[in-house]
């Protein structure tokens, strides 16, 4: 490919589709921006053709230039010595570029010098970049960072640092983990001490796997609140990396070799507290991470895109039996079943992508008006609750995916393929942590679950149905009506069940097929508009309605030996063990 946005045709059909005018009409407002700037829009068709202006850009760096620089960024890793994080060299090189571009500050605002788009074409030039090389993101995606420090911070702190990310002056790490505080941000101990003399914060404590840990500016959770345990004591502090911030070490990874994984130790270093005290994981850290959450999202889908056009190359090339094994029906099962994998994930992706920029567009809508009116209320609260739903389900599906794609082309190449001759081994290596990251798949299920037993979907169910009209859409409509009720049944049983154990159990297969199920009802939306998303369509709803059947009779079902059981099956061989001697 020699443009990764004008030569992907899925990406075009959605970009093209998709409808793009409300989100850009609530970025820019009242396009009052074009008085002040050259390159403001003047409305929603001319925003439209801003952003493909400048995703036919990104497209075109990336495979240009980005991808070739990916084997020897994989092979040459980060550097760590006396303390100091050095990128690999083509790291570097194409940071420079996208820097050079005016490329960093993608959904800042243009008095700090960002471009002010949307989060649909954030999330497109993330795919892009992590499709030409998935290290690379973890520098570009921290973005968000700058986003957060936008939304939270006072305006002094604003003014200092957003024009900074958005020249690539510096680039950033949010340093949540700590070695005892993984997942459970609440355990965070990290001291955060006010000094009178200075009035400045002092951050104490360690940090670790903190991606670009070395970066310029760090968003930090800590610990603001002596003698408290829980959430409601930890704050958002901003920081700069100096002295007092010591790098202890590099994590060596199995994959994303050109990003840099840290331990940090800082020693009283000196940091600016970050809209409220008390809020940090409350609020402050919630936005955060269901940016980034979004952004693995992405990032998944770009490792897929790539793995499955080395999985078809090869596919094409490979001679075995007399024939292209291409042609091979268990091959091309493989192949087929990649691209509805990527094209079921991207559908969902963006669509989550642009109800956050919904969800974004009427909250700062509501704090521009000076009588807020029902509607705009009802909406911001509407699209926030859909918003914190399908981030989730996004990354989940986007990222299990990625790992699922790669792991059949890498066996499309068989033996060739494990070897470091081949691009995929990386892919296959890379794609690994996407589901680890920023929350694993388990977690995702919990985020989720709320929004699945609240029924936030049900109106966007609703929208669809009435608005079917093709054949087709009402062909696949009829199974996936089914379905849907189906979805109901479990969820009115888990409520009359009312038991959290059991509910926790079957997080995991409700969410999925909450998951799935949306996804199909966006391919009938998108359907009647392709010959071949009506094709991709009845394949992802042939495969995964039988998925939605199973997991509905295995919760439906009332069986909880493994609920009761789980520690005696488990723990059964070592019990016996020390009760022989063995």
């Known amino acids: 490919m020699e443009n990764f946005f004008t030569d992907n045709p899925d990406i075009q059909f959605l970009f093209n589709n998709m409808d793009l005018k409300e989100i850009a009409d609530l970025k820019e407002g009242d396009y009052s921006d074009a008085e002040k700037y050259d390159h403001a829009f003047t409305d929603a068709e001319d925003a439209k053709e801003g952003y493909r202006e400048v995703l036919t850009l990104v497209g ?6 980005i991808a070739p620089l990916a084997p020897e960024i994989d092979e040459e890793g980060c550097h760590f010595e006396n303390g100091k994080v ?16 005016n490329l960093m500050g993608f959904t800042l605002p243009r008095k700090y010098g960002g471009l002010n788009l949307p989060t649909f074409a954030y999330s497109i030039a993330i795919e892009m970049v992590s499709q030409a090389d998935a290290s690379l993101m973890n520098i570009f995606g921290l973005q968000d960072i700058a986003e ?12 200092k640092y957003l024009p900074l990310f958005a020249s690539g002056k510096v680039t950033g790490a949010m340093a949540l983990t700590e070695p005892d505080a993984g997942s459970d ?8 001490t006010y000094d009178e003399t200075t009035g400045m914060w002092q951050l104490k404590g360690v940090k670790r796997f903190i991606t670009n840990g070395c970066g310029d500016v760090l968003l930090v959770l800590a610990r603001s609140e002596p003698g408290t345990k829980d959430g409601r004591g930890l704050s958002m502090f901003l920081c700069e990396r100096d002295e007092s911030l010591v790098v202890r070490r590099i994590e060596n990874k199995l994959g994303i070799h050109g990003s840099p994984t840290c331990e940090l130790q800082f020693n009283n270093t000196k940091a600016y507290l970050v809209g409220k005290r008390k809020l ?7 936005s955060l991470m269901n940016g980034a959450r979004l952004g693995i999202a992405a990032q998944g889908l770009g490792i897929a895109q790539a793995a499955y056009l080395e999985g078809l190359e090869y596919a094409k090339a490979r001679e075995q039996f007399g024939t292209a094994i291409i042609h091979i029906p268990l091959v091309y099962d493989m192949l087929v079943n990649a691209l509805v994998n990527i094209e079921a994930a991207r559908l969902l992706t963006y669509e989550t992508a642009r109800v956050v920029d919904l969800k974004k567009g009427y909250e700062k809508k509501l704090e521009r008006m000076e009588k807020p009116d029902p509607e705009t209320r009802q909406k911001a609260r509407y699209y ?10 996004a990354k989940y599906l986007a990222t299990e995916y990625a790992n699922k794609v790669a792991y059949d082309m ?18 296959y290596r890379d794609a690994r942590i996407t589901n680890i990251y920023e929350g694993t798949t388990q977690l995702q299920y919990v985020a989720a679950m709320g929004g699945v037993v609240t029924r936030v979907m049900e109106p966007e169910f609703d929208k669809i149905e009435a608005e079917a009209t093709d054949s087709f859409q009402k062909m696949l409509l009829s199974e996936l009506k089914e379905k849907r009720n189906m979805l109901n049944d479990v969820l009115n049983y888990l409520k009359e069940k ?8 079957h997080s995991g297969r409700v969410v999925d097929m909450a998951t799935k199920l949306f996804t199909s009802y966006l391919f009938v939306k998108y359907a009647p508009l392709s010959e071949h998303k009506q094709k991709i369509a009845e394949i992802f709803v042939d495969r995964e309605m039988p998925e939605i059947e199973k997991n509905y009779r295995l919760v439906r079902s009332g069986k909880d030996l493994v609920v009761k059981e789980y520690e005696k099956v488990l723990l059964e061989e070592e019990a016996e063990k020390a009760a022989t001697g063995g």
């Open 498 to 505: 009312d038991d959290h154990f059991y509910q926790s159990y």
């Open 148 to 159: 957060t420090i936008n939304e939270f911070a006072d305006e002094e702190l604003k003014a």
């Open 410 to 427: 890498l066996q499309v190449h068989g033996g060739t393929g494990y070897m470091k001759d081949f691009n995929i081994e990386r892919h």
């Open 185 to 192: 941000l609440q355990a965070v101990q990290l001291k955060a």
């Open 280 to 286: 940090g994981l409350i609020r402050y850290v919630m």
């Open 60 to 65: 075109d760096i990336t495979a240009r230039i």
């Open 86 to 101: 050095t990128y690999p060299k083509g790291i570097q090189k194409a940071l420079d570029i996208l820097n050079k571009s």
């Open 384 to 393: 926030n609750a859909l918003a914190n739903l399908l981030t989730p389900m």
